[in-house]
């Protein structure tokens, strides 16, 4: 029975448990899963990227099997705009970017395997991708006193602003932060010796940075200065006007922006921003000049200093220039005496030459010598040489050439006798015991050789004449002081080259006779001529030294290369000198009793240094389109100075102009330049300028009735003293006298302006 009971109660609890378990088979699922976020974008952002995590539960469908409905919409003032979704999803993150900023809300919703969908869980949050406004204002300063750079700009107005963060970068290196801070200012303390560029930003709440403040080339702070690497002044220099180029290194600047400050000689500061200083009409002797450099950032640089000299003058002229022929080697040994130079020193000498006849000197030399001897090889048996030397200073400035020094390479006929009706060969007249008596025409055909011995007396009788087509005539020798004497006993005799001729004299004296070159070479050294003439006309190339005319006349046409070192004129029978189509140089010109100086007409240019004129009635005279420059000395004068015209310029330096009438008379759209300590002194007028330019610079004018009488001119008046004048300028435009430009000192006159 035990066992029946046993048995019924096991069926009992079967039929029980069987009837649970069927009551839960029967249950419906009506409880939707739960989603929860893990991961959110902060509510306000400033990253376009943002990403959402969850996780979902739910009480019957395991987490792998529950999906998910999510979206991310654009909230627009009351409405929404689905802009992303997904569904039936089983991810439990998503990654999206926001092309834009704004208000967004992000929605999600769980489904369970019954169906079961939770309500939507939403987050809103806001995505800033607008940066604050860029800083305005922002300025950089050094402090050289403290060593500090200080930069400040103006604040942004914007509300959601954060903070400014600072850049720098040093020598054009990558840009790295140096500071945060919520000031409108910051201070940095750099090193020296390096270029710093400096930027600031403004950052937002979220992270957001705006533009830089400006163009990173306005805020370069330099703290180096700039430096001269080089300086190219010449040591010497043969020029009055002196250009001098400049190598200059800065850290930012490089060669521009820099200014440069100089002074010479201990004078007044300069500046200029050109790389190239000009320094103009510097006196001769050694010159010193500071300079300085200041760049854009202002830093100065140490003074440098360097030194010069100017040296304009030539050495002296060679002498006593000799040429040994040596027929066996058949080369001439030349040999002179020493030149001299005071200013720069000698360097040494050129030695020229030529074959007669040819057109252009040869140097033999490619650097100067510096010895006073000099060996010639090949010089040819029946061939004329002609030789010059010229001193060459350190500045470069070489001298006038010597007198040159005929070499014939052959054999010379000497004739003995004393009465010359025709000479046939290359020949020698040497004997001074008798005077040689020429007769009729003597013609020297090309390249045919006359040689006159120093000593040797010549007469031309009537009708008598020399004549050189092509040949040369050599007078005198260097090495002898003895006098050649040439006179005239009848009427119009004349020496005359033509056809590319060479006349060479050297110790003579010429009366009565005339001397005419025509096409042709001269040398004539220490040559005295009285009452007769010399006439120059297409000359190649012509050399004077030391010549003194006494009732002569001196005319000289188509003439390129004329120089005369030396050079008096006395009792001239109406003009001492007349010059025409040519370029004449003078050194050293002595003009006394005579009625008129110098004609100086078509296209001519005559320069003339050291003179000494007295006792002269009219001095110059200068027209047609020519120019006559005076440097150094006086002129004393009866009635009139120099009187310019048709379009004619002349320049006076260093001169003290004296006497009657006019001092200097301008007019018909001429130029008158008078400078370097020039005084005008005693006349009726001083200067008389009619539609004309007058430029004076450093001028003395005194003791005039009238200084200077302007008439329809222009002028250019600087550092100008008009003392003890009746009538100091007497103008009919004193505006334009009194303009800045001009620079007018009066000083003891009756009246001082006359309009």
Avoid at 308 to 333: C, G
Avoid at 362 to 370: A, G, W
Avoid at 565 to 583: F, K, Q, T, W
């Amino acid at each position: 029975m035990k066992s029946i009971k046993i048995i019924m109660i096991s069926l009992v609890i079967t039929i029980i448990f069987l009837s649970l378990i069927s009551c839960e088979k029967g249950r419906v699922d009506v409880n939707p899963p739960t989603v929860s976020l893990l991961s959110t974008p902060p509510s306000k952002t400033g990253t376009s990227t943002v990403v959402f995590e969850w996780k979902g539960e739910d009480d019957t469908t395991p987490a792998t099997e529950i999906r998910y409905y999510f979206s991310v919409s654009a909230v627009k003032e009351r409405n929404k705009e689905c802009i992303y979704s997904a569904t039936n999803s089983s991810a439990t993150s998503v990654s999206y970017h926001f092309p834009s900023g704004g208000k967004y809300r992000f929605e999600i919703s769980a489904k369970d395997t019954k169906g079961n969908i939770s309500k939507p869980l939403s987050y809103d949050f806001t995505i800033d991708l607008t940066p604050p406004s860029t800083p305005e204002g922002f300025m950089v300063s050094y402090d050289r006193n403290e060593g500090r750079i200080n930069m400040k700009w103006e604040a942004v107005s914007d509300e959601d602003l954060a903070h400014y963060k600072v850049y720098r970068s040093i020598d054009n290196e990558k840009f790295e932060c140096i500071g945060i801070t919520s000031d409108t200012h910051f201070e940095d303390l750099p090193s020296t010796n390096h270029i710093f560029v400096y930027k600031v930003s403004a950052v937002d709440d979220v992270g957001n940075e705006s533009a830089f403040s400006k163009p990173i080339e306005e805020n370069l702070i330099d703290v180096s200065p700039p430096r001269i690497l080089y300086a190219r002044f010449p040591k010497f220099a043969n020029k009055t006007n002196v250009d001098v180029v400049l190598g200059i290194m800065d850290n930012i600047d490089r060669d521009k922006n820099i200014e440069v400050f100089y002074r010479l000689d201990s004078g007044s500061e300069y500046s200029t921003l050109l790389k190239r200083l000009s320094f103009q009409n510097l006196h001769n002797g050694k010159h010193t000049v500071e300079i300085w450099l200041r760049d854009s950032s202002g830093n100065t640089s140490p003074h440098y200093e360097y030194s010069f000299m100017i040296d304009t003058k030539k050495p002296t002229t060679v002498k006593n220039l000799s040429a040994t022929y040596d027929v066996d080697n058949e080369d001439v040994v030349l040999k002179w005496d020493e030149a001299k130079d005071t200013d720069s020193g000698l360097e040494g000498y050129n030695v020229y030459g030529k074959i007669i006849g040819e057109k252009e000197w040869q140097k033999f030399n490619v650097s100067p010598i510096k010895s006073t001897h000099f060996k010639v090889p090949g010089i040819g048996d029946g061939e004329v040489y002609q030789f010059a030397i010229a001193g060459v200073d350190k500045a470069g400035n070489e001298g006038i050439m010597s007198s040159p020094s005929l070499m014939f390479g052959g054999k010379l006929e000497q004739i003995r006798e004393h009465e010359i009706e025709g000479i046939n060969e290359n020949a020698e007249l040497s004997d001074t015991t008798l005077p040689y008596r020429m007769k009729g025409v003597i013609r020297l055909k090309e390249g045919q050789f006359l040689q006159i011995d120093p000593g040797v007396h010549i007469i031309f009788e009537k009708g008598a004449r020399i004549i050189l087509n092509g040949g040369i005539l050599k007078i005198g020798s260097l090495g002898s002081s003895d006098v050649v004497e040439i006179e005239g006993k009848a009427s119009s005799p004349e020496i005359c080259g033509e056809n590319d001729s060479a006349l060479w004299f050297k110790n003579v004296k010429l009366s009565s006779i005339g001397l005419r070159m025509n096409d042709s070479k001269c040398i004539l050294d220490n040559v005295q001529i009285s009452n007769g003439y010399i006439e120059m006309n297409e000359d190649k190339k012509v050399s004077i030294n030391s010549m003194c005319m006494n009732g002569s006349s001196l005319h000289i046409s188509n003439c390129q290369d004329v120089n005369i070192e030396d050079m008096e004129i006395s009792s001239a029978p109406s003009l001492g000198m007349i010059v025409s189509r040519s370029n004449l140089r003078i050194e050293g010109l002595k003009i006394k009793g005579t009625n008129e100086g110098i004609e100086v007409k078509e296209l001519s240019k005559v320069e003339i240094t050291d003179v000494d004129i007295k006792n002269v009635k009219n001095f110059a005279d200068v027209s047609e389109l020519s120019s006559l420059s005076i440097t150094n000395g006086r002129i004393q004068i009866n009635e009139n100075g120099i009187s310019i015209k048709n379009t004619s310029k002349v320049q006076v330096r260093n001169i003290q102009l004296s006497g009657g009438t006019i001092g200097i008379k301008a007019s018909g759209d001429s130029s008158v330049s008078l400078s370097a300590n020039t005084t005008i002194s005693s006349f009726i007028t001083a200067l008389s300028i009619f539609d004309s330019n007058l430029m004076l610079n450093g001028v003395n004018i005194v003791k005039s009735k009238t200084g200077i009488l302007l008439r329809n001119s222009y002028n250019s008046l600087k550092n100008v003293r008009l003392v003890n004048n009746t009538i100091a300028i007497d103008t009919d435009d004193i505006p334009d006298l009194l303009k800045e430009k001009n620079e007018l000192h009066f000083s003891n006159n009756e009246e001082d302006i006359l309009h």
